[in-house]
C-alpha cells in the first residue's frame, strides 16, 4: 500500500511583560519576556491541507500558551533600572564567587556596550574580570577572551623563536649526517 502525508509546520511568537518592585529602591520595573511557540500536523494523502494548515496553527498557540504560562513563572537575572541591584530571588541565577550588587551603582552608569568597550580597550584579564563583575549575566564573552589573554601568556613564557632555532639546528645535523655518512666514517654510525 502507498502511503504519503503532507505536514503543516507552523510558528508563532509572544511577548509576556513581567512586573517587579525593587527590593533595595522600591521602585517598580518590567521586563520583556519573548518566547515561542510551534506546531504541526498532517494531512493524508494530501485530503485535508486546509484543516491541517488550521490545525498547526491551533497547536502553535497551545504551545504558545503553556510556555507563556510557564516563563511568567520564572525569574530571570534583570536589575532594576533605578538602583542597578538584582532583587534576592535573581542571586541563585548569579555566579556565586561574586556579589553581583556591590557592582550595581556602575550598572546604573553604564551600559553593557559602554563597559565592553572600555575593558576592550584596555584589554587586560582585570579588565575583562572587572566587566564580569558589574554584568554578570554578559559575561560569557568576556570568559572567552579572558582564556585568550591566559593562553598568550603561556605562549610568550615558551618564547617560539628559541625553539624554532634548535628545531632548525636539529634538522641541519640529521640531514648533514644521513648525506656525508657514507662519506665520513663517524664513530656512532
Known amino acids: 500500500m502507498f502511503y504519503f502525508q503532507k505536514t503543516y509546520t507552523t510558528t508563532v511568537s509572544g511577548t509576556a511583560t513581567k512586573h517587579l518592585r525593587c527590593a533595595n529602591c522600591h521602585s517598580g520595573y518590567s521586563y520583556d519576556i519573548h518566547f515561542l511557540g510551534a506546531g504541526r500536523d498532517h ?8 484543516a491541517a494548515k ?3 496553527y491551533q497547536h502553535a498557540w497551545l504551545s504558545l500558551e503553556r510556555r507563556r504560562a510557564g516563563v511568567l513563572n520564572k525569574v530571570r537575572p534583570v536589575h532594576c533600572p533605578v538602583c542597578g541591584v538584582y532583587q ?16 550595581a551603582r556602575f ?14 580597550e584596555a584589554n587586560t584579564i582585570r579588565a575583562y574580570e572587572n566587566f564580569m563583575r558589574i554584568w554578570p549575566t554578559e559575561a560569557k564573552f568576556a570568559k572567552a577572551k579572558i ?9 610568550r613564557v615558551i618564547d617560539w623563536p628559541h625553539w624554532y632555532k634548535l628545531y632548525i639546528a636539529i634538522m641541519f ?15 656512532w654510525i
Open 147 to 155: 582564556r585568550r589573554l591566559k593562553n598568550k601568556r603561556f605562549y
Open 107 to 120: 550598572r546604573v552608569a553604564l551600559s553593557p556596550q559602554d563597559c565592553w568597550r572600555i575593558a576592550y
Open 173 to 187: 645535523i640529521a640531514v648533514l649526517v644521513i648525506w656525508l655518512g657514507p662519506t665520513f666514517r663517524f664513530p
Open 54 to 56: 488550521i490545525g498547526a
Open 43 to 50: 494531512s493524508p494523502y494530501g485530503l485535508r491541507n486546509a
Open 88 to 103: 534576592p530571588e535573581m542571586l541563585r541565577l548569579l555566579p556565586k564567587r561574586l556579589d553581583p550588587n556591590a557592582w
